[in-house]
Each structure stands twice: as C-alpha cells, then as structure tokens.
C-alpha cells in the first residue's frame, strides 16, 4: 500500500511537472511569434502593438509592481504608442458660416452626424503659400512652425514611407528642387506654382497623378512649379463629381485641400469628435463648392496650428497629432 501509494505521488509529480515546461515552452513558443511577427509587421510600417505595453513582448515573464514609481519621461516614451485621444463624444449639430478671419481669410464650423470639420479658406493669390520640408527624425510639432515662421495657418501635408515616419512618400517638390519622386499609385498633386494672372503671389493647385495614361509631369507645366506633394484618394474630382463611393465605411480623422473658383480650402476633422469616412468627408466638401479636393495623411497625422484671432478664434485652432512622438515628413504653410 504505501509503495502503491508513493507510485502514485511520484506519477502525479511527474505528470505535473511535463505540464508545466509544456505550458512553459508553449508560452515561450507564442511571444516568439509575437516578437517576430512585430518584427515583420514593423518593417512593413504596421504598428501591430500600437496600444499594447511593448516591453511585455519584451520581456513575457516581466509582472508590473504596483508600488515602483514611474520616472519615465517624455524622451522615455515610445515613438510607437499613440497618446490617448481627448474624445469628447459626437458632435452636435451646427453650422457656422464663413466668418472672414481677415481680409481674403474665412473661417467656417460645421457639424453634422456628429461629425466636426473645421474650414479656412484662403484667396489665391493673396497669401505666401510654401511646402515645409522636415528634416528627418525632428521633433517640431506643427504649433512650434507656425510660430518659427510666423504663419497664419499649418497642417500636416503628404503620406511619409513605411521606415516610420522619416522618408516622404510620392511627389516633394521645395523650391523648384524635386526631393523624391512622383508615385503612380498616389492619385493626387497639391502643387504651388506661378499665379496665372498679373501678380508675383504663387497660386495652389490641384492635379490628377495620371491623366489619360500620362503621368503628371511638374518641370512641363505651363505654370512653374516651386513646391509639390502627393496625396490621395481624390475626394472631389473635376469637377463637382464625387471622386467617393457611398460605399466607404472605414472612419479615421481627416485632412484634405480643395480648390474652388478664386480659392484655396484646408480642412480638417476635429479629433474630439466622432470621425468620418471618405465618402461622408467628400460630401461636405462638395456642399462647400469643391471643384477638386485631394485628401492628405490622416489617422494619427490628422494635426492643424492657426494662429489667434479676436472674437472668433481667441486661442487660435491647434488638433494634434494622436501620437505624441508623430514625425511629419512635410506641412502645408500659409504666411
């Protein structure tokens, strides 16, 4: 009996301990997937772990202590990991109409659906229009440009590559000099070149990728171009067609410019509220007259600066970027 006893705690001892390097080696097993699928995924430009706690996939085993004291810091912070948005809920419905900022500068709110998009629209011709090139892996937010250059308004410009936020992607053309080349599968041109009538301020313009089988060409334009970026899809196509299926359901916050006759528009979602799709984006810039729009790096990148103006903007306008370590490849700048 007590042999037979002892076999029994000897097996069960046994049993116990397999289980437990099987679940060990099990564990193991899955945070190398993990580890290399976010290896992948991260050479591939795809947050996989945007809101998860990296250093866990780091380091599997590793248990929170509820007593240690957190002395990270800003520099400490993961470049990966967005900050949390300052959602607010949807936004009522409202519309205030162009509301003249300044001599040739408007300013218009609307919301609808619970949805916020902020309008400025701008005369051709009028203001000092440039593309700002950053340099790579800077840590300048859009507020900080327009205060640098003592600009009316900044937002965030074109896509960037899949290395994270350094390379610009398509078109970038600053001050004639092109700084990476046109892509085909990028179908809009948000272009500054000469005015096409009798004064030395630079228009914007809005263009097509391909046209026809051809493919834009900025050094053959009848206009000189001195700065260009690519961006897409187009929301309003030429003219006051809808460049946007009904059937668009994917939501995220937006930034887009249109061109309308003798103005320029710069628009953007208001991240408090509730985002839009394309399709419901592109209905709100055909209401506003749109003859052609071309949307801009959105998601996370979606930011805006205005400076302060009495009585209707008092604090100016800023929506940041939702990721606090957001590097821009390039912004729009109105002086």
Known sequence: MFVEFHKTILARGFCIAILSLSLYQCDNNKSNVISNSYDQEKEEGIDLLSNLDRSKVDDPNKVDDPNKVDESNDSKVDPYVPKEDPFEGPAPDLTIDWTELEAGFLYRKQSSDGILVH???????????????????????????????????????????????????????????????LKADLSGVVWVGESPKDNDTPWIYLDSTSVNSSLFDWKNKDAKVLYALQGKPKIVEPWKEDGISPGAKARAHRTSVCVMKDYFVFLVSDRKHKAPNLYEFSQIQKDLDCRISVNLDGGPATSISVKPYANILPQGLQIDSSDSKWVFPNALVVK
């Open 119 to 181: 309008a400025f629209k701008m005369a051709q011709g009028k203001f000092e229009v440039l593309v700002h090139a950053f340099e790579q892996n800077h840590s300048g937010t859009l507020s900080k440009l327009r205060s640098d250059l003592d600009a009316k308004i900044v937002i965030n410009g074109g896509f960037n590559q899949v290395n994270y936020r350094t390379d610009p992607d398509g078109l970038l053309v600053i001050e004639g000099q092109e700084i990476s080349p």
